[in-house]
């Protein structure tokens, strides 16, 4: 409570920026100043929220069985993150005061937040005598208040890449979409969830045994309390859903659901042998895990804002896949005249949309690359099917069969060189995500050492945990930039393997943090500030790995584009060159901050 005050009292005015130039340096400055604060401002919303829709999962059986480890690790996390928050809040707001936007509107969102979470954590107290349903009503705010700052900042879940900025005004954005869309999936469970009540009322009004009855009353009152849980939870964490701590409280929450539902039809079973009863039960749970197990897809599916899994990915799979089967099913010339078809179609299908790319590309040259693609694979597809009828004809030749290999090898090559495209954006696109959500990580884990410091019994411990976080936070901005750029620049050589360059540099520190964090968890002595960092170091190492893997990949993609990349970086180099000469003749140019 006292963190929450003293967050809304900071939020009172925004920083006094130092003077800054006009020049590019002075411009690249604030740009990136802009970008760091508002994932800085987005990652800690994202654990307010997840720590929210903790509390609620955890508080929502019987007090005695309540963990509280865990609903204090949820509060600190909470506290934590809004006390970093409002810093980096204060900061955001005076860069886009200084820029013209509306620094105020900020500052008022950000209070916003505090105020809502400040409710929360009055109906949360164990002494607290309030319903449930005001618990429910304050994390449900809390999550409204966080998307309405995350609209403040322009940092709404979504791609900039899919959202119509000019069409915002007319038209729900992507983020909002996905919102809406998350809302009414978990409505449609708790709609389920309602019909399965009313079908296990019946049950209990034909039982004559008192003790059955008040078992299948109390099961279906459960199932009920659980779904309008999952609809609190997923209102808390809809704004913040691409990342994975918020979905991880969602799946929680699902879980509840299911085992209230299991609940349900077990204590009918046991106080009715009707079989129409039992079937109208069993109906009803069926529609209640179907509603779940769609939001649960649903989640998966589109939780990450990736593209849909697109043409080129579905028949660049099926090609790769079907030349390996022909070659297991020779000697059977009905299979393998069977995969030349499936292999033909799906030739045909990658043709067709290298065309439509290329017709929509406006680019000449590019346009020209990819109809001599698509023209290399209809190609190599002809010689692939003449070579397959001619080794089902004569399945005992070695020759056709070598004719059959070459053709197959020809073709998987010309398959790789036309999707390469597709595939390399797939890939930096997996690349930035995996960045964003080491980076939003990391900052999660300097919030938990900050906070666990009060609490550490090892100075050394604490000291060595402090210097990696320094390190990290040094390397948390390089990564943002990366992401930004590449995500600004989506064709850009440079842009894509300065992402690369960043995401390499990152794993080493982010490793030392790692092993800090964990080093320092058994010398905290208050439970809910080790489980806190226990966690966050965690969720840091587990990012940390999914990053290694997608900056190899993209790099194995993007590797021959370093020339064209340090030849672009020179001319951008000789040009802010040009201009900080300009600058100085002007009597214009004026140190960065840090800077002498």
């Given at each position: 409570m006292q963190a929450v005050n003293a967050a809304?009292?900071?939020?009172?005015?925004?920083?006094a920026l130092p003077p800054l130039g006009q020049d590019a340096a002075a411009k690249a400055w604030r740009k990136n100043k802009m970008d760091e604060s508002k994932h800085e401002i987005h990652s800690q919303v994202d654990a307010i929220t997840a720590g929210t829709a903790s509390v609620v999962n955890l508080t929502a059986g019987d007090p005695a069985d309540t963990d509280y480890t865990a609903v204090g690790c949820a509060v600190t996390t909470i506290s934590s993150n809004l006390t970093e928050m409002s810093r980096g809040v204060k900061l955001l707001a005076a860069l886009m005061e200084d820029e013209g936007g509306n620094g105020r509107q900020l500052l008022h969102a950000a209070k916003n937040l505090a105020g809502a979470v400040?409710?929360?954590?009055?109906?949360?107290?164990?002494?607290?005598?309030?319903?449930?349903?005001?618990?429910?009503?304050a994390a449900g705010n809390v999550g409204q208040t966080s998307g309405e700052l995350l609209q403040q900042i322009?940092?709404?879940?979504?791609?900039?890449?899919?959202?119509?900025?000019a069409a915002r005004a007319t038209r729900p954005t992507v983020s909002e979409q996905r919102t809406d869309m998350l809302m009414q999936l978990a409505k449609a469970v708790a709609s389920a969830a309602a019909a399965l009540v009313l079908k296990a009322k019946n049950v209990a009004e034909r039982t004559d045994d008192p003790v059955q009855q008040a078992q299948v009353i109390a099961a279906a009152t459960q199932c009920a309390l659980s779904t309008s849980q999952?609809?609190?939870?997923?209102?808390?964490?809809?704004?913040?859903?691409?990342s994975p701590v918020c979905q991880q409280q969602l799946l929680e929450a699902g879980k509840q659901v299911a085992k209230s539902v299991e609940g349900c039809v077990e204590s009918s079973k046991e106080a009715t042998s009707d079989p129409e009863l039992l079937k109208a039960v069993g109906g009803a749970a069926a529609a209640v895990t179907q509603a779940l197990n769609d939001l649960l897809q649903h989640i998966k599916n589109n939780a990450s804002g990736a593209p849909p899994t697109g043409r080129y990915d579905q028949a660049t799979d099926t090609i790769l896949n079907v030349t390996e089967?022909?070659?297991?099913?020779?000697?059977d010339a009905g299979e393998m005249v069977r995969q030349a078809r499936i292999l033909a179609q799906a030739t045909s299908d990658l043709v067709g949309a290298i065309k439509a790319d290329a017709e929509q590309e406006s680019d000449l040259e590019n346009s020209r690359k990819l109809l001599s693609a698509a023209k290399l694979l209809a190609d190599a597809t002809a010689r692939m099917v003449e070579a397959a009828k001619g080794a089902a004809a004569h399945p005992d030749s070695e020759e056709q069969q070598q004719k059959l290999r070459e053709a197959a090898e020809g073709?998987?090559?010309?398959?790789?060189?036309?999707?390469?495209?597709?595939?390399?954006?797939?890939?930096?696109?997996?690349?930035?995500?995996?960045?964003?959500?080491?980076?939003?990580?990391?900052?999660?884990?300097i919030a938990a050492a900050q906070n666990a410091a009060s609490s550490n019994k090892n100075p050394a411990a604490q000291q060595q945990l402090v210097q990696s976080c320094k390190v990290v936070a040094d390397q948390i901005p390089m990564l943002v930039q990366g992401v930004r750029g590449s995500q600004s620049q989506p064709d850009s050589p440079s842009a894509q393997l300065s992402l690369i360059s960043a995401s390499q540099n990152f794993l080493q520190p982010g490793g030392k943090l790692v092993a800090s964090g964990k080093a320092a968890v058994p010398t905290v002595s208050d439970p809910a500030s080790a489980m806190q960092l226990g966690q966050c170091t965690k969720n840091l190492a587990t990012a940390l790995a999914e990053l290694r893997t997608a900056a190899q990949k993209a790099q194995e993609a993007c590797g021959p584009l370093e020339i064209d990349s340090a030849l672009n970086l020179i001319r951008s180099l000789e040009q802010d060159l040009q201009e900080a000469k300009a600058a100085a003749r002007e009597q214009k140019l004026q140190p960065l901050p840090g800077e002498t």
């Open positions: 809304q009292a900071n939020l009172d005015d925004f920083d400040s409710e929360l954590l009055k109906t949360a107290q164990p002494a607290s005598a309030e319903p449930r349903q005001v618990l429910l009503q322009g940092e709404c879940d979504t791609d900039p890449r899919f959202q119509m900025a999952l609809v609190a939870c997923t209102k808390v964490v809809a704004p913040t859903i691409s089967n022909i070659f297991s099913s020779m000697g073709l998987r090559m010309a398959t790789n060189a036309a999707a390469q495209n597709a595939i390399k954006k797939k890939l930096v696109h997996k690349l930035e995500q995996a960045a964003k959500q080491a980076a939003a990580s990391a900052t999660q884990t």
